[in-house]
């Protein structure tokens, strides 16, 4: 009897487990929607304050993306900081990714509309829009720590995110994958990214086949779900014209209908958040789509804490796991992806030679290097933990067909409609070797081939043969034309100034977007149709400065290009310079000189400099000057500086210098300069306000020997600067940028409209 007393005791005392502590667990599911997902931080963010434990997570596409996130710590707070101290529209567009291609491979095939990738003489279409190089490096720094783990329910919070297998269509849990590996694959959305490619298998958009995956959240234990579906309901679409894009994207959408119904009867409280009102790419509105989250989940947090407390699970606070280490001892380095060749270009652009401590930033700019050599799609990367010490993992994704065939359209209100055709072929020469054919047509009008390398060293060494043609509107100057009582913006002549030129180029970089050597030039300049004679002597025995005339110029010097704009267009923050300076030799004849035997000698220097500086969001400051100067009796016309008009002529690169609310080519000479202020605005997404201010003129039309044979007439031919500005619209269209601005300026102060329409080339 006392036995039986004591046992009782004992059991009163130390009650059974199972009684004392609720053995359910929590499961959070998150839907994809875009940025609509953003949502499900608001929603983080209540269940953190109220103390509901979050046992289990899944998600899918942007939900996969919040949810993995919370799996490995990241809080409420921390996830808010992401999303808004981010652009994450750049990194869904590969806008950043300009920057981290080697400033050789961003010129070549620069300006064509359509590219087709070639396999040999057979064209290919592309797979996708965008192979998702910035997305997955923004992915791989923010699971910084975690990329050896591959069994991603062993996170320190279980996980389970889906994708669609492109051959069959049926929704997949990835579980043998590393998590940033798996977050990109769930979110390939068909209409923005190529599929992603996981152990040989291609993968879509987990929201495609199930947005809402619930019964992963069951099988990884959840025995209670809350759901959060921020997905387009049936009831939200209503089309009256729809586009090609809606019929695509709606399709999909009807496909995983059925699934996430079945999905939202295994959830036991799901909460809906407001999505009306919002764009589906809406990322800039980040706190709005986290304020209606919280909302949301504050209306339905008494039926959430009703149900937790009904069970017995108890409220806690979030136990995060502690932050990994900044830095890791990497041992060795692999290259996955490619065979021994390509690879071994691959570990010779990551410039970084185990062992050596990885940081996030290291790393970064590793990838960056071997991405931006053009010869992969995609370059990612993971560092796994050994027991001998951490080795960093590159997987490349060679392009499928490097060569691209291209094709370019481009219409002005200053040259017309210009149609330019190319051939990019893409080697393994050295670290890569670049070849590209360029026929342009239209008044601007060029025929090139060239060849450039880059080697092992660091290096670059390129060649490049060229026909260019260029017209060249002769005016003559202002105090000169009324003394003669002429109209002085009417020109007085029309040229064709044409080149054959031959450019050497041997450098290296300098720095991210920078290319810096020496050049040497040959030049074959003719001026055609030059038949008038607008500067004479006062007896009219001198020579023209226009009559038709072939030159040969050779000349060498040092060459500095730097690009660090984040877009060609419409840039909002980086910056240009481009440095010219060369010495050489002019077979030209003079035009005037008092010297018998006038020297051969000529040199050129110019310097063009620009800077874009962001003042908020959509707010920027472009601030740019040029300046040019040649000197020597012998001057072809081609070093003369043209300045006046809104488009360079870009076959003659640094020659023709833009001004707007000026004639084109208004006013030459030997030295120029221009300057200009630039107040850009960002009205809606890819729709700019532009006001600028600028100023120029050009000096030494003539040598001192000249300006001597010509007396009087030197001093109507010293002019003031110009000031000028003009007000543009700009849009960014998949067919290029569109410009239209109205312009004026002291020198024509009647308002001009002007238009352009294309990709400059």
Same mark, same amino acid.
């Given at each position: 009897?006392?036995?039986?007393?004591?046992?009782?005791?004992?059991?009163?005392?130390? +009650?059974?487990?199972?009684?004392?502590?609720?053995?359910?667990?929590?499961?959070?599911?998150?839907?994809?929607?875009?940025?609509?997902?953003?949502?499900?931080?608001?929603?983080?963010?209540?269940?953190?304050?109220?103390?509901?434990?979050?046992?289990?997570?899944?998600?899918?596409?942007?939900?996969?993306?919040?949810?993995?996130?919370?799996?490995?710590?990241?809080?409420?707070?921390?996830?808010?900081?992401?999303?808004?101290?981010?652009?994450?529209?750049?990194?869904?567009?590969?806008?950043?990714?300009?920057?981290?291609?080697?400033?050789?491979?961003?010129?070549?095939?620069?300006?064509?509309?359509?590219?087709?990738?070639?396999?040999?003489?057979? $064209?290919?279409?592309?797979?996708?829009?965008?192979?998702?190089?910035?997305?997955?490096?923004?992915?791989?720094?923010?699971? @910084?720590?975690?990329?050896?783990?591959?069994?991603?329910?062993?996170?320190?919070? $279980?996980?389970?995110?889906?994708?669609?297998?492109?051959?069959?269509?049926?929704?997949?849990?990835?579980?043998?994958?590393?998590? #940033?590996?798996?977050?990109?694959?769930?979110?390939?959305? $068909? /209409?923005?990214?190529?599929?992603?490619?996981?152990?040989?298998?291609?993968?879509?958009?987990?929201?495609?086949?199930?947005?809402?995956?619930?019964?992963?959240?069951?099988?990884?234990?959840?025995?209670?779900?809350?759901?959060?579906?921020?997905?387009?309901?049936?009831?939200?679409?209503?089309?009256?014209?729809?586009?090609?894009?809606?019929?695509?994207?709606?399709?999909?959408?009807?496909?995983?209908?059925?699934?996430? *119904?079945? *999905?939202?009867?295994?959830?036991?409280?799901?909460?809906? +958040?407001?999505?009306?009102?919002?764009?589906?790419?809406?990322?800039? =509105?980040?706190?709005?789509?986290?304020?209606?989250?919280?909302?949301? =989940?504050?209306?339905?947090?008494?039926?959430?804490?009703? %149900?937790?407390?009904?069970?017995?699970?108890?409220?806690?606070?979030?136990?995060? $796991?502690?932050?990994?280490?900044?830095?890791?001892?990497?041992?060795?380095?692999?290259?996955?992806?490619?065979?021994?060749?390509?690879?071994?270009?691959?570990?010779?652009?990551?410039?970084?030679?185990?062992?050596?401590?990885?940081?996030?930033?290291?790393?970064?700019?590793?990838?960056?290097?071997?991405?931006?050599?053009?010869?992969?799609? %995609?370059?990612?990367?993971?560092?796994?933990?050994?027991?001998?010490?951490?080795?960093?993992?590159?997987?490349?994704? #060679?392009?499928?067909?490097?060569?691209?065939?291209?094709?370019?359209?481009?219409?002005?209100?200053?040259?017309?409609?210009?149609?330019?055709?190319?051939?990019?072929?893409?080697?393994?020469?050295?670290?890569?070797?670049?070849?590209?054919?360029?026929?342009?047509?239209?008044?601007?009008?060029?025929?090139?081939?060239?060849?450039?390398?880059?080697?092992?060293?660091?290096?670059? &060494?390129?060649?490049?043969?060229?026909?260019?043609?260029? +017209?060249?509107?002769?005016?003559?100057?202002?105090?000169?034309?009324? /003394?003669?009582?002429?109209?002085?913006?009417?020109?007085?002549?029309?040229?064709?100034?044409?080149?054959?030129?031959?450019? &050497?180029? @041997?450098?290296?970089?300098?720095?991210?977007?920078? %290319?810096?050597?020496?050049?040497?030039?040959?030049?074959?300049?003719?001026?055609?149709?030059?038949?008038?004679?607008?500067?004479?002597?006062?007896?009219?025995?001198?020579?023209?400065?226009?009559?038709?005339?072939?030159?040969?110029?050779?000349?060498?010097?040092?060459?500095?290009?730097?690009?660090?704009?984040?877009?060609?267009?419409? !840039?909002?923050?980086?910056?240009?310079?481009?440095?010219?300076?060369?010495?050489?030799?002019?077979?030209?004849?003079?035009? @005037?000189?008092?010297?018998?035997?006038?020297?051969?000698?000529?040199?050129?220097?110019?310097?063009?400099?620009?800077?874009?500086?962001?003042?908020?969001?959509? @707010?920027?400051?472009?601030?740019?000057?040029?300046?040019?100067?040649?000197?020597?009796?012998?001057?072809?016309?081609?070093?003369?500086?043209?300045?006046?008009?809104?488009?360079?002529?870009?076959?003659? !690169?640094?020659?023709?210098?833009?001004?707007?609310?000026?004639?084109?080519?208004?006013?030459?000479?030997?030295?120029?300069?221009?300057? =200009?202020?630039?107040?850009?605005?960002?009205?809606?997404?890819?729709?700019?306000?532009?006001?600028?201010?600028?100023?120029?003129?050009?000096?030494?039309?003539?040598?001192?020997?000249?300006?001597?044979? %010509?007396?009087?007439?030197?001093?109507?031919?010293?002019?003031?600067?110009?000031?000028?500005?003009?007000?543009?619209?700009?849009?960014?269209?998949?067919?290029?940028?569109?410009?239209?601005?109205?312009?004026?300026?002291?020198?024509?102060?009647?308002?001009?409209?002007?238009?352009?329409?294309?990709?400059?080339?």
């Amino acid at each position: 009897m006392r036995f039986l007393l004591g046992l009782f005791l004992l059991f009163a005392l130390f +009650p059974d487990p199972a009684h004392g502590q609720s053995e359910e667990r929590v499961g959070l599911v998150l839907s994809g929607g875009s940025a609509k997902g953003l949502a499900h931080i608001g929603v983080l963010r209540v269940l953190e304050e109220a103390g509901i434990p979050i046992d289990v997570v899944s998600g899918a596409s942007m939900g996969g993306v919040i949810g993995g996130l919370h799996a490995i710590g990241y809080t409420s707070a921390d996830l808010e900081r992401v999303v808004t101290e981010n652009d994450l529209s750049e990194y869904f567009s590969d806008t950043r990714a300009r920057r981290s291609r080697q400033l050789e491979g961003r010129l070549a095939g620069r300006g064509t509309l359509i590219a087709l990738p070639m396999d040999g003489l057979e $064209p290919r279409l592309p797979g996708g829009l965008l192979a998702g190089q910035e997305v997955s490096a923004f992915l791989s720094r923010l699971t @910084w720590g975690y990329h050896h783990v591959e069994d991603l329910s062993r996170l320190p919070i $279980p996980f389970a995110t889906v994708a669609t297998n492109l051959n069959t269509g049926a929704a997949t849990t990835l579980r043998n994958a590393s998590l #940033p590996e798996a977050l990109r694959a769930s979110m390939s959305l $068909p /209409s923005v990214f190529v599929p992603a490619d996981l152990n040989g298998t291609l993968y879509l958009d987990g929201g495609m086949s199930r947005n809402l995956p619930a019964v992963e959240a069951r099988n990884l234990g959840a025995t209670v779900l809350i759901g959060v579906d921020v997905g387009t309901q049936p009831s939200d679409i209503q089309f009256e014209q729809p586009s090609l894009l809606d019929v695509l994207s709606h399709a999909s959408f009807y496909q995983s209908l059925r699934d996430d *119904q079945e *999905q939202r009867e295994l959830i036991d409280i799901l909460i809906r +958040p407001e999505t009306a009102g919002l764009s589906v790419t809406g990322f800039e =509105a980040a706190p709005t789509w986290i304020a209606r989250g919280e909302e949301a =989940a504050r209306a339905a947090l008494p039926r959430i804490e009703a %149900l937790v407390d009904s069970l017995g699970i108890a409220r806690r606070v979030p136990s995060m $796991p502690p932050a990994p280490a900044d830095s890791l001892h990497v041992i060795s380095v692999h290259v996955d992806g490619a065979d021994l060749e390509t690879a071994a270009i691959a570990r010779s652009a990551f410039a970084l030679d185990a062992p050596f401590t990885a940081t996030r930033d290291l790393m970064e700019a590793g990838v960056q290097r071997v991405y931006g050599t053009g010869l992969f799609s %995609l370059v990612t990367y993971r560092i796994i933990r050994t027991q001998r010490g951490a080795e960093a993992i590159l997987r490349v994704v #060679p392009e499928a067909a490097p060569d691209r065939l291209g094709f370019g359209l481009r219409h002005d209100s200053e040259f017309a409609t210009q149609l330019l055709f190319t051939f990019l072929r893409r080697t393994l020469g050295g670290l890569a070797s670049t070849t590209e054919m360029r026929l342009r047509v239209g008044e601007l009008s060029e025929l090139s081939v060239g060849h450039i390398n880059r080697f092992d060293n660091g290096w670059t &060494g390129g060649i490049r043969l060229g026909y260019y043609g260029a +017209p060249v509107d002769l005016f003559l100057p202002d105090g000169y034309a009324a /003394s003669l009582g002429v109209n002085a913006n009417v020109p007085v002549q029309q040229i064709s100034l044409e080149l054959l030129s031959v450019l &050497g180029f @041997w450098g290296r970089p300098a720095g991210r977007g920078t %290319l810096v050597g020496l050049a040497a030039q040959g030049d074959l300049v003719g001026a055609r149709n030059a038949v008038a004679t607008i500067l004479t002597s006062e007896d009219g025995s001198q020579g023209s400065l226009t009559a038709d005339a072939d030159h040969a110029v050779l000349s060498g010097g040092l060459s500095l290009v730097s690009d660090t704009r984040n877009t060609a267009y419409f !840039p909002t923050q980086g910056g240009e310079i481009v440095l010219d300076a060369r010495i050489g030799y002019s077979a030209a004849e003079p035009v @005037w000189s008092g010297d018998e035997d006038p020297s051969h000698l000529v040199s050129l220097l110019r310097l063009r400099a620009s800077r874009h500086l962001p003042i908020t969001r959509y @707010w920027s400051v472009r601030v740019g000057a040029t300046g040019y100067r040649a000197t020597g009796e012998r001057l072809p016309l081609s070093y003369y500086s043209f300045i006046g008009g809104s488009q360079p002529a870009d076959v003659l !690169p640094g020659s023709f210098l833009p001004l707007l609310g000026v004639p084109r080519h208004a006013r030459f000479g030997r030295a120029s300069w221009t300057g =200009a202020v630039t107040v850009q605005a960002e009205l809606d997404e890819g729709v700019f306000l532009r006001g600028t201010l600028n100023a120029g003129t050009t000096y030494s039309l003539l040598t001192t020997a000249e300006r001597g044979a %010509l007396d009087e007439v030197t001093d109507s031919l010293r002019e003031p600067p110009i000031l000028g500005g003009a007000v543009e619209i700009g849009l960014e269209s998949p067919l290029g940028p569109l410009r239209l601005f109205m312009a004026t300026s002291g020198a024509d102060p009647v308002p001009g409209v002007g238009f352009s329409f294309g990709h400059t080339f």
